[in-house]
């Protein structure tokens, strides 16, 4: 198992997905997850992300929500982050530094942990540089055929399955993986 390092927090992905493992169908791409996964995903996401505390997300992500969620930190990655000058929440940080450099400094305030909340091209950013240590995968009873992949890169790595529960009697399954 990938032990979390002593210099950087544990980066835990969590994600919502179809069973074709699409993160978002073709036609709601713009629009929040919450548009198609369950309401017990949404609680689990909810009580997860908050015992965690911060979240990493890519700014297109962002643009699905428009605000920081309450009781969590959002660290919100874009090459252009005075575009977002007008959010001005102490919650939210709008960054344009590496996955890297986003570590380390949440490492010097002392973060242990952090959720990375998406979309693909941030969840294969962290997996490419082998910086995930934990996966939730919520599998929602859907075929999407067409949409965002969880994973839009070509990368060959294995996890281990921790714990899978079902979620509700529609047949959504949370699945915890460690690398
Ligand atoms: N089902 C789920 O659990 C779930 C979770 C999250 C997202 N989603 C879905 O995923 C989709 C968005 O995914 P996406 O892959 O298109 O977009 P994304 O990962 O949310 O955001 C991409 C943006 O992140 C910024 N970025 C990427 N790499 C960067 C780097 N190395 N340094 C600085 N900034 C960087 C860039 O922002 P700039 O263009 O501003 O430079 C890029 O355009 C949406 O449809 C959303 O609903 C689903």
Redesign the pocket.
């Known amino acids: 198992m990938n032990k979390p390092d002593m210099d950087r927090p544990e980066v835990i992905l ?4 179809s069973i074709d493992g699409f ?2 169908p073709a036609d ?6 919450t548009t198609w ?1 369950s309401k017990e995903d949404w609680h689990f996401f909810t009580k997860k992300s908050k015992e965690i505390g911060t979240m990493i ?6 643009e ?1 929500i428009k605000k920081a969620l309450p009781e969590r930190r959002t660290v919100v ?4 982050p005075e ?1 977002y000058a007008e959010f001005n929440d102490p919650n939210l940080l709008f960054t ?1 530094e ?1 996955p890297e450099e986003i570590l380390a400094n949440l490492d010097k305030e002392g973060v242990k942990q952090v959720a990375l ?6 969840y294969n ?1 962290f997996l490419q540089k082998n910086l995930v240590n934990k996966m939730f995968l919520t599998v929602e009873p859907y075929v999407f055929g067409e949409g ?1 992949k969880l994973f ?1 890169e070509k990368i060959e790595k294995r996890f281990s399955l921790l714990q899978q529960t079902k979620l509700n009697d529609s047949g959504t399954i949370l699945l915890e993986y460690s690398t």
Do not use: D, W, Y
């Open positions: 969590i994600a919502a997905m993160i978002a709601k791409e713009s629009l929040p997850s996964t997300m890519g700014s297109r992500t962002f699905t990655m874009t090459s252009q575009r344009a590496s909340c998406g979309g693909a091209s941030i950013l965002v839009n």
